[in-house]
């Protein structure tokens, strides 16, 4: 079975609701959100996670960026949609298939990166605390 990377940014209620997944999917599209996104490269989710989440209030001012693997014959069926420059490119998943989607995961959805917007305080969650930790030092390590 083959497999493509692909990375979400996401903030801080999508990640809790992922990390209470256990890191296997990601939660339902809220009404006003025809799409799922999830982009092909880590420098685009970097940019979203980073110039967007983190000035976001509803999004606790936390950018994070995850990557996970999904069938490359489930993704095969949505093509690829360019937003942007050349490294713009995501998939238009419609919501009421991200079900679906997310059986197509293969493993856990894998946090890489945490950017942290000048007017957050405290996280949500402490799992997200020592997430964030883990992550910033491994940042930092590299």
Do not use: C
């Amino acid at each position: 079975m083959k497999t493509v990377s692909l990375y979400r940014p996401v903030g801080e209620k999508e990640m809790i609701l992922i990390a209470e997944s256990n890191y296997k999917k990601f939660p339902p599209r809220l009404e006003w959100q025809p799409i799922f996104y999830p982009v092909l490269n880590e420098s685009y989710a970097s940019e979203i996670a980073e110039k967007w989440n983190t000035r976001d209030e509803a999004g606790n001012y936390l950018g994070f960026v995850t990557k996970f693997e999904v069938k490359e014959e489930f993704i095969d069926q949505y093509p690829v949609q360019n937003v942007g420059t050349r490294r713009h490119n995501e998939l238009w998943v419609p919501s009421e298939k991200l079900e679906n989607f997310n059986d197509a995961i293969v493993g856990n959805i894998e946090v890489i990166k945490v950017f942290i917007g000048e007017e957050f305080t405290k996280a949500g969650s402490p799992e997200l605390e020592i997430l964030m930790l883990n992550i910033e030092k491994t940042n930092h390590d590299q």
